[in-house]
Each structure stands twice: as C-alpha cells, then as structure tokens.
C-alpha cells in the first residue's frame, strides 16, 4: 500500500512521522550517483582502508560505494533499512568481487558481533536517523579499526528559517561545532575532521578545517585503546 502513495504525499508523512522513514522513503525513487558521496567514499580509500581489509558499509543506497571501496578492501558487506534497495543490489554479490553480502538490518542493531570489520563508512545516512547516538556506537562496536561518517554541512541555503533542513527526509542537519561536540562524548574514540570543500556537482578539495564553501563533514572516528 505504502509503495502506491505519492512521492510529495510520502515525503510529507516523512515529516510528520519521521519513524516511518523506511518504510516510505527508497533511494530508488530517484536514483543518481551523488559527486559528494563519492568523493567521501575515495576518502575512506585513501585514509581508512588497508589492501586486505574486511569493510561495512551502512546505508550503502545504490551501491556505488562500495564499488569504491572495493578498489583496496578484499571484502565487502553492506546493509540498509531500504528493501527496494538490498533487492536491486543483490546483483553486487555476483557482479562485485569481494562482496560477501548485501542486507536489510533494523537501523538500530547491526548484525554482526564486534570488531567483525576493519572499517566502517556510513555516508549521508545519520542525518536520517532518529537515534543517531546510537548508530554511532554501534558503527564503533562491529569496527576494529575505524569508522568513517559524512553527513551535510548545515548550509543557509538548504534550511528552512524555521532551523529545519529544505531536504524533507533529513531529520535535522549539523553545524561543525554541533556535530564535533556530539563525537566528542564518543568513549574510546580519536576524532580525525575532514571536510570536503566545493559546490554540489564539484569538484572537491579535502580540507581539515571548515571553510565557507564546505557541502559535507566527514570526520574518521579512530578506535583508541
């Protein structure tokens, strides 16, 4: 029934009722490769990830990512709350070498014991989730060596003046001070910032400091002993 209703009408419900988000929402509703996700993604390759690594990715949508990530990790695993998404990415499993398995998950418990992966990435998905805090420390639980986030810069020209972000099936959007001080409560985490700096289509520049034309956050949250 829910697939039958209207995009605007859905995204509407999304508003009203963001627990509902994955039942109504599905990155297949309007399919495209977005330059800023992959720009984080090359990140996580040139920072992140070592020849040889086992990595998750969360929320992983089309699927693109972890064609990125395959360029240097030797096994994959992704997993979503979207179903249409997992089913039409099944192909992966046969098409993509190194990838072990394409799955629905809850969005609250991800199902694998800990440090099961060396990395984690999660990319333009936390903004979604209700109870962000923690999906952060479940990304920390199943990752040995790192997690890698990116989520939107809370931009002026994407937020409403009532604070709330233009993107309907955004739950809310962070400034950098923000967002830093929600990591900051992270126990047994190293907090290292990236920024990618540039306009939507790009290109991009990685940054370590925010900067005016910064689109994305996309800090490396590094396990501590």
Same mark, same amino acid.
Request: proline fraction near 6%; include cysteine; charge should be neutral.
């Given at each position: ?71 240097? @990790?030797?096994? =994959?695993?992704?997993?979503? *709350?979207? %179903?249409? +998404? !997992? ?6 499993? #046969? ?38 805090? @923690?999906?952060? =420390?479940?990304?920390?639980? *199943?990752? %040995?060596? +790192? !997690? ?6 809370? #931009? ?70």
């Amino acid at each position: 029934m829910i697939d039958k209703v209207d995009k605007r009408f859905r995204k509407l419900l999304g508003r009203l009722f963001p627990g509902l988000f994955s039942r109504l929402y599905s990155t297949l509703d309007s399919p495209q490769r977005v330059p800023v996700q992959e720009a984080a993604y090359r990140l996580a390759v040139k920072k992140c990830v070592q020849s040889g690594d086992r990595a998750l990715d969360v929320g992983f949508g089309l699927g693109y990512g972890l064609e990125i990530l395959g360029s240097k @990790a030797s096994a =994959l695993v992704g997993i979503d *709350v979207d %179903r249409k +998404a !997992v089913e039409s990415a099944q192909r992966l499993v #046969r098409e993509l070498a190194g990838v072990e398995a394409i799955r629905v998950y809850d969005g609250q418990h991800i199902p694998y014991t800990e440090a099961s992966f060396d990395i984690v990435t999660c990319v333009d998905v936390i903004e979604h989730v209700p109870d962000y805090t @923690a999906l952060l =420390l479940e990304m920390m639980r *199943v990752s %040995r060596r +790192a !997690v890698l986030v990116s989520t939107p810069n809370r #931009r002026p020209e994407y937020t409403r003046r009532n604070g709330r972000p233009r993107n309907p099936w955004h739950l809310r959007e962070w400034s950098y001070v923000e967002f830093d001080g929600i990591l900051g409560q992270l126990p047994g985490v190293r907090v290292e910032w990236h920024f990618l700096n540039g306009p939507w289509d790009g290109p991009f520049e990685v940054g370590t400091e925010i900067a005016e034309n910064t689109l994305s956050l996309t800090p490396i949250l590094w396990r501590v002993a």
